[in-house]
């Protein structure tokens, strides 16, 4: 018998490995953070003696999905951007009008808060990895991170130019860089919460800045998040100011490479989209967001193979850190952009969808050796499903119902790194009443300070 720390038994394994093995009835052996056996139920009680036992009977194991493309800062204005809309004032573009002034009014535990109350919806809705777009403070959202157990990629929001952006969010060009270093340092030995460099966006980064941060992604080897052909006012900018497209604007001063990540990538010419095949970006699909603003080449992507993460763009803007309804909306839109148009039906199905998510997004994450699939020496992060609800009854096939029927509430329990973090809903690292209480007491006084910053 081999000493274990952690058996699942008896559950429905969906592995989303390039095999598309499944097992029923099956078994997981963890070691440490690490899977190190995959296998039937009945085999596992003659090989495994283990410290914990989970009986999964009923439930359904699958991958913790990764958002790759979250604002962390931002939950605290969740719903309130829809109530302005209803108020008839809603303008454009968000980001700049809305979101950097209220990220440009939160203070050090602000954020901390927020990154807990992001963190644990993510978990209770089966995300076990996030890579954070860039926001203030985001040493406090590794600290949130860390305390609730959930592995990411937090950033700082950078921007060195344009003069309406509030001065508390801008740094020199020099700091810029200089900040976003000693992040990466800061956190590069933890050993599931690191930082990325970041860029905001082409229209508040200057090509020095750019430039600098190529250089310092390549000498750290680490990924640059940044927002990238994410809106009409985008394009329009880079025309009038280089006379070329967004990424066409990036290939010319050598900014664009495989250590981008490249959020939303809605408004991309087939030219751009050769330049991020050529290059080996990766981009982000945000797909509750992402049809407002054009018709993203979704299909186009994955059959260049170009790496495509999927991410819930935060809570400012939609509401749900839900991966699940993220896939169900990519699906359900390419039909309505790649597949009626042509007469196709369907174009990508719902479990291609989910499984190009599932492995997309560890690929996004640069982690593809460790996180996308269930397999033995790739890291524990997992979910268990439940298969029996009203809405998924009754389970005739375990992928099917993952990809068509299930939503984040359906997560029972979920492991990250080895640890069990949520079992049975409960969340089981971090006791949010003292965050939940805090913020009560400052919503107000966070609203009251948004609403002066917008009007």
Excluded at 45 to 59: C, P, Q, Y
Excluded at 187 to 194: A, G, I, P, Y
Aim: charged content about 20%.
């Amino acid at each position: 018998m081999t000493d274990i720390d952690l058996l699942i038994t008896g559950a429905s394994i969906v592995t989303f490995d390039h095999q598309s093995t499944e097992i029923s009835d099956g078994a997981i052996a963890i070691s440490g953070n690490k899977i190190t056996w995959i296998g039937t139920a009945s085999e596992a009680f003659s090989l495994f003696d283990s410290k914990e036992t989970i009986n999964a009977t009923g439930l359904i194991a699958m991958p913790g999905f990764v958002d790759c493309h979250v604002h962390t800062a931002q939950q605290f204005l969740h719903g309130k951007l829809s109530a302005v809309r209803r108020r008839g004032e809603l303008k454009s573009p968000m980001w700049s009008r809305y979101l950097i002034p209220f990220e440009g009014g939160l203070e050090p535990e602000d954020v901390y808060c927020s990154g807990l109350a992001a963190y644990a919806s993510m978990i209770s809705s089966g995300t076990t990895c996030f890579l954070e777009a860039g926001g203030p403070y985001p040493d406090e959202m590794g600290r949130a991170a860390d305390e609730i157990g959930i592995r990411g990629r937090i950033a700082l929001s950078t921007m060195d130019m344009d003069e309406s952006i509030p001065a508390k969010s801008r740094f020199s060009t020099e700091d810029a860089l200089k900040h976003n270093e000693a992040l990466v340092h800061r956190w590069k030995n933890h050993s599931r919460v690191n930082a990325w460099l970041s860029l905001r966006q082409i229209m508040v980064n200057t090509t020095e800045l750019t430039r600098g941060m190529t250089a310092l992604s390549k000498q750290l080897d680490t990924p640059i998040h940044t927002h990238l052909a994410e809106g009409s006012y985008e394009v329009d900018y880079a025309i009038k100011t280089w006379g070329l497209r967004p990424a066409e604007y990036l290939e010319s001063i050598g900014g664009l490479h495989e250590n981008i990540h490249a959020a939303h990538s809605v408004l991309l010419s087939l030219h751009e989209l050769d330049l991020y095949q050529s290059r080996k970006v990766s981009a982000c699909h945000c797909s509750f967001n992402n049809y407002t603003m054009g018709a993203p080449r979704v299909l186009e992507m994955l059959h260049r193979k170009i790496r495509l993460g999927f991410g819930t763009d935060g809570a400012a803007t939609r509401g749900s850190l839900d991966m699940f309804e993220v896939v169900h909306a990519a699906t359900v839109g390419q039909q309505a952009v790649g597949g009626t148009p042509y007469h196709i039906d369907p174009p990508i199905t719902h479990e291609q969808m989910l499984t190009a998510a599932i492995r997309g997004g560890a690929q996004a994450a640069r982690l593809d050796s460790e996180l996308g699939s269930l397999e033995a020496g790739k890291l524990a992060d997992l979910i268990l499903v439940e298969s029996s609800s009203f809405a998924q009854f009754p389970n005739y096939d375990p992928t099917i119902t993952l990809a068509e029927s299930t939503v984040g509430p359906n997560v029972r329990t979920v492991i990250i790194d080895g640890l069990v973090v949520m079992r049975d809903r409960v969340l089981l690292t971090v006791d949010l009443a003292s965050m939940k209480e805090r913020v009560a007491r400052q919503y107000s006084t966070l609203m009251d300070r948004f609403e002066k910053a917008i009007s």
